[in-house]
Each structure stands twice: as structure tokens, then as C-alpha cells.
């Protein structure tokens, strides 16, 4: 009992609850700044940029639920010490974040105006809230990657990497923003589009530094991205993943 009493419980658990709760703080940032230095642009802009809000965080909410899903998985495989199964959820895991991407495709090229309408009828509005939305709901699938492959080095044990990841994607937008919406730097004043094409451009920032890492360090688990689809592996991680949406 004395034994138990004198292990550093407390800070393990912050060590491994505290850099995902400050990941999951750095994703929220991309909307919040969008809004800080869309409101510039006025109240009809602003307003537009809200309404897809809800799309956005329905993305969110997909890819951290097959990443919760995929976590589960292969950190039970890797305590088993089968990191063939592993790697093959992971493996199955990305392409399942490919086909949910495809869905925000469909959504963005043809779904982002008849949604607009059910909330306004100013044309402004609707045009910002297309401008906006065509952009960040289409091209969301970088996201999709990178949360994927975030919670493969979380399975891992690995909390800090995740969190650099995230936060080199909040950076890359918050630099942003200013330069395409305004015009900075002699670059072309964009408005509400420069804001969604920072918000696309920092996801794929962390979308590619994911891959790098992921590719440079050493972790138990290899992608096979050759293997065929398999719905049993989908069946298994939409079990933990739907309940986690």
C-alpha cells in the first residue's frame, strides 16, 4: 500500500491527459480566428462564416470519432503485443478517413448553398457563406488524415508529437489569415475566402508534417495501404467510433 502511495500517480495521469486536452484546444483555434478577423469584414460576413460552422465540427466530430475508434483498436493490439493486427486497423482506418472525406466532397459541391438557405435569404450572406464553405467542407479530407494519424502515435503512447502536430497547423492559420484576407504583403485581398484558404493551408500543414513524422520515427506500426478493404475491420472500429461522434 505504502508502494502504491508513493508512485507518482497524479502527475502520470496530467502527463497523459494534458498535451490531448491542449491538442483538442489548438483545433478549435482555426474557427475562433477565422471569426476574430472575418468580424473585420463585417456582420454579414461574420454571420456566414458561423452558419457553416456546424458542417465544420460535423467533420470534427467524424474524424475524431474514427480516430477514437482506430486508438482503441491498435492500442489493444499493441498490448497484446500483435502489432501485425495493429498496423492492419491502421492501415483500414486510412482509408476509411479517405471515404468519409469523400462525403464533405459531396457536401461541399453541392449541399453548402441549400443548407445556407434554410437559415437566411440575404444574398450576401449566401454568398459569403459559399465563398467560405465550398472551400473548408471540400478540401476537409487533410484533416481527416492527419487526426487519423494523430491517434495512431496517441495508440502509441506518444501525446507530444499529436500536439506539435496541431499546433503547427493553428500557427500556419493565424499567420495567415491577416495576409490572404486583407492583402498583406502585397498579396491579393481574398475577404472570406483568403480566411477559409489559411484555415485549408494550415490543415494540410499538419496533414503533411504528420506524414513526415510518421514516416522519420520509429513506431510499431506500418501502413499497408496495398491491402483491399476489408468491412469486418470497419464493423470494428465504427463500434467504438459512432458512439464517440
Same mark, same amino acid.
Given at each position: 500500500?505504502?508502494?502504491?502511495?508513493?508512485?507518482?500517480?497524479?502527475?502520470?495521469?496530467?502527463?497523459?491527459?494534458?498535451?490531448?486536452?491542449?491538442?483538442?484546444?489548438?483545433?478549435?483555434?482555426?474557427?475562433?480566428?477565422?471569426?476574430?478577423?472575418?468580424?473585420?469584414?463585417?456582420?454579414?460576413?461574420?454571420?456566414?462564416?458561423?452558419?457553416?460552422?456546424?458542417?465544420?465540427?460535423?467533420?470534427?466530430?467524424?474524424?475524431?470519432?474514427?480516430?477514437?475508434?482506430?486508438?482503441?483498436?491498435?492500442?489493444?493490439?499493441?498490448?497484446?503485443?500483435?502489432?501485425?493486427?495493429?498496423?492492419?486497423?491502421? $492501415?483500414?482506418? *486510412?482509408?476509411?478517413?479517405? /471515404?468519409?472525406?469523400?462525403?464533405?466532397?459531396? +457536401?461541399? %459541391?453541392? &449541399?453548402? @448553398?441549400?443548407?445556407?438557405?434554410?437559415?437566411?435569404?440575404?444574398?450576401?450572406?449566401?454568398?459569403?457563406?459559399?465563398?467560405?464553405?465550398?472551400?473548408?467542407?471540400?478540401?476537409?479530407?487533410?484533416?481527416?488524415?492527419?487526426?487519423?494519424?494523430?491517434?495512431?502515435?496517441?495508440?502509441?503512447?506518444?501525446?507530444?508529437?499529436?500536439?506539435?502536430?496541431?499546433?503547427?497547423?493553428?500557427?500556419?492559420?493565424?499567420?495567415?489569415?491577416?495576409?490572404?484576407?486583407?492583402?498583406?504583403?502585397?498579396?491579393?485581398?481574398?475577404?472570406?475566402?483568403?480566411?477559409?484558404?489559411?484555415?485549408?493551408?494550415?490543415?494540410? $500543414?499538419?496533414? *503533411?508534417?504528420?506524414?513526415? /513524422?510518421?514516416?522519420?520515427?520509429?513506431?510499431? +506500426?506500418? %501502413?499497408? &495501404?496495398? @491491402?483491399?478493404?476489408?468491412?469486418?475491420?470497419?464493423?470494428?472500429?465504427?463500434?467504438?467510433?459512432?458512439?464517440?461522434?
Amino acid at each position: 500500500m505504502n508502494q502504491m502511495k508513493d508512485k507518482p500517480i497524479f502527475p502520470l495521469l496530467m502527463s497523459m491527459a494534458f498535451p490531448p486536452m491542449i491538442s483538442m484546444l489548438i483545433q478549435s483555434l482555426y474557427n475562433v480566428v477565422d471569426s476574430i478577423f472575418v468580424a473585420k469584414l463585417g456582420e454579414d460576413a461574420l454571420t456566414a462564416v458561423s452558419l457553416i460552422f456546424p458542417l465544420q465540427n460535423f467533420s470534427l466530430a467524424m474524424s475524431v470519432g474514427l480516430g477514437i475508434g482506430m486508438n482503441a483498436l491498435i492500442a489493444r493490439h499493441l498490448g497484446a503485443n500483435d502489432e501485425k493486427k495493429a498496423s492492419y486497423i491502421a $492501415s483500414q482506418g *486510412i482509408y476509411m478517413s479517405f /471515404l468519409h472525406s469523400l462525403i464533405f466532397v459531396i +457536401i461541399g %459541391l453541392f &449541399l453548402i @448553398q441549400p443548407f445556407l438557405s434554410l437559415f437566411t435569404t440575404k444574398q450576401s450572406v449566401l454568398d459569403y457563406g459559399e465563398q467560405y464553405g465550398m472551400i473548408v467542407i471540400t478540401l476537409t479530407f487533410a484533416s481527416f488524415i492527419h487526426i487519423a494519424i494523430e491517434k495512431m502515435f496517441q495508440a502509441c503512447g506518444n501525446m507530444v508529437i499529436p500536439m506539435i502536430m496541431q499546433m503547427v497547423g493553428a500557427i500556419v492559420n493565424i499567420i495567415l489569415d491577416p495576409i490572404l484576407i486583407f492583402g498583406y504583403f502585397h498579396m491579393p485581398a481574398l475577404g472570406v475566402a483568403g480566411a477559409a484558404i489559411a484555415t485549408i493551408i494550415g490543415q494540410f $500543414s499538419a496533414c *503533411i508534417l504528420s506524414i513526415i /513524422l510518421f514516416t522519420i520515427l520509429q513506431t510499431p +506500426i506500418h %501502413l499497408h &495501404l496495398k @491491402q483491399r478493404l476489408h468491412f469486418s475491420a470497419f464493423k470494428e472500429i465504427y463500434a467504438i467510433a459512432i458512439p464517440s461522434c
